[in-house]
Nanobody, 123 residues
Framework: QVQLAESGGGLVQTGGSLRLSCAAS?????????MGWFRQAPGKEREFVAA???????YYTDSLKGRFTISRDNVKNTVYLQMNSLKPEDTAVYYC????????????????WGQGTQVTVSS
């Protein structure tokens, strides 16, 4: 069984920063899994934010490049999302997810999901 647990969400003012963490347990990091971050704003569909392969290759949705940075620590079994220059439109529930390495990291379905962590950016 694989569990993913996000943390680090909260309330921040416009222009502020947050770092989200996703701790993985189980077989996720002992296998060749890619990790992704997604977000879902109220009334909107869930959208891809970023992904990182076990070897460190990263992928981002174009609109967030330069503000968000994904990283992972394979020893700690943790993935991070550093979010800078936050805007009210970044308000959403952020989810981490895992899928086997390969394919399309933005469009392919992910096998495992965390419960999500709320990020609220005040104007």
């Amino acid at each position: 069984q694989v569990q993913l647990a996000e943390s680090g969400g909260g309330l921040v003012q416009t222009g502020g920063s947050l770092r989200l963490s996703c701790a993985a347990s189980g077989r996720t990091f002992s296998r060749n899994y890619a990790m992704g971050w997604f977000r879902q704003a109220p009334g909107k569909e869930r959208e891809f934010v970023a992904a990182i392969r076990r070897i460190g290759t990263t992928y981002y949705t174009d609109s967030l490049k330069g503000r968000f940075t994904i990283s992972r620590d394979n020893v700690k079994n943790t993935v991070y999302l550093q979010m800078n220059s936050l805007k009210p439109e970044d308000t959403a529930v952020y989810y981490c997810a895992a899928k086997p390495d390969g394919g399309n990291y933005q469009l392919d379905p992910y096998d495992y999901w965390g419960q999500g962590t709320q990020v609220t950016v005040s104007s």
